[in-house]
């Protein structure tokens, strides 16, 4: 039925013949015959193996953080680097760089901050070129954003509560599906709670983190956010969680009846626990320069921020925002994210972050003679 079946023959009473019999009957029985030339077939050419192409290599963090940081650099003057060189320092070019900085919104206190550091060291230390002050400016930016380097730890607890908050769009779902990731790299047992009940499909798209990450979701169908809270840390003490991400509702700073319900929230997780939360993070969106600062002061005052998350950092040409809130409301900045990957989200490191800032692209980098 099948032809790539091979067929049995058939069993015969013949013995075999054996080489000599076969011989002997192929004498007597054929006719005698000019035996053919033989043809020769040339041999084939070998064939070409094929590689199968390797999966490109992912960059690293400090490649993906500099490629992140391109439209700060660019918005920066073409990039800060090049606004330095040989050229003599003086006066106008301390006011090029502070016209720099307050359109990349480092804010009016960050930038005079630097430029009065800038000023006093040129003095100081008799700097000639702007060579000599681009190391001086990495210094004390350095400087003004070390205060902020706090990554955050999650073995004081167990579980270790941490709740999140954020006006809608800032990537507050996004950063706790990133987040449940890195501490599952870190070992951690993690446990989602969906308590933002207000946005549509927000506990949906929270589902759908989970399981990306493997890891459990506490929702309801129904019901409000400061239900879902306290289901969320008994539930995480019955299975052994690590860390609770405890998503929340987006509100505007300006919406303070609402602002009240997420402080409801907090009051809630603190009877199922009295120590929690553990960490109160908000996550910022980068692309807002200056109302970020309003953010932090809202919500703070609302529930007592304890850490930011900044995030896309990649597609804004105002990452000078992190000088203003090291300078305005210094609060740990505990993450940031730059890019869309699960794990573009990582601990802030203040030497990291402005080594990028200064980077050049390879496209602009000295050609060699």
């Given amino acids: ?11 015969s009473d013949t013995p075999p013949e054996t080489p000599a019999t076969a011989d002997a009957n192929a004498d007597h029985d054929a006719p005698t015959e000019t035996a053919p030339d033989p043809v ?50 003086d ?27 800038l000023r006093k060291r040129w003095k100081r230390d008799k700097l000639e070129t ?37 006006v809608n769009g800032s990537g507050k779902t996004t950063s706790i599906g990133k987040l449940a990731r890195w501490y599952q790299s870190q070992g951690k047992k993690v446990l989602l709670a969906a308590g933002d009940t207000f946005r549509a499909a ?53 919406q303070l009846h609402l602002m009240e319900e997420i402080a409801k929230v907090r009051r ?18 980068a692309n807002i320069g200056q109302n ?11 529930v007592g921020v304890t850490g930011l998350v900044v995030t896309k950092l990649d597609g804004t040409a105002k990452g000078g925002v992190l000088a203003a809130i090291a300078r305005q409301c210094p609060k740990p900045l505990r993450f940031i994210g730059v890019g869309e990957g699960i794990d573009d989200l990582r601990p802030f490191h203040a030497r990291e972050f402005v080594d990028a800032l200064f980077a050049k692209s390879e496209s602009t980098k000295p050609r060699a003679e």
């Fill in 1 to 11: 039925m099948f032809g790539f079946l091979k067929k049995t023959p058939a069993k």
């Fill in 40 to 89: 020769v077939t040339p041999p084939a050419a070998p064939a070409t193996v094929v590689a199968p192409a390797a999966a490109p290599a992912k960059a690293s963090w400090s490649e993906r953080l500099k490629a992140g940081l391109a439209r700060t650099r660019k918005q920066w003057g073409g990039g800060l680097a090049h606004m330095f060189g040989l050229r003599k320092i």
């Fill in 91 to 117: 006066e106008d070019l301390l006011e090029d760089l502070e016209s720099t900085l307050l359109m990349a919104d480092c804010g009016v206190e960050a930038t005079t901050h630097l430029i009065d550091a």
């Fill in 130 to 166: 702007a060579d000599q002050l681009q190391g001086v400016l990495v210094e004390e930016l350095t400087a003004l954003l070390a205060p902020l380097e706090a990554p955050l730890t999650a073995d004081t607890h167990t579980p270790f509560i941490i709740m999140v908050a954020g």
């Fill in 202 to 254: 927000a506990r949906e798209q929270l589902i759908t983190w989970g399981e990306r990450n493997g890891v459990d979701v506490i929702a309801q169908q129904s019901g409000d956010a400061a239900a879902v809270m306290f289901d969320a840390v008994n539930a995480a003490r019955a299975r052994g969680a690590d860390v609770v991400l405890a998503d929340t509702a987006g509100r505007l700073p300006t």
């Fill in 268 to 285: 809630v997780i603190a009877k199922a626990d009295a120590t929690a939360p553990h960490e109160v993070l908000l996550v910022l969106d």
């Fill in 292 to 302: 970020a600062l309003a953010q932090v002061k809202a919500f703070d005052a609302a």
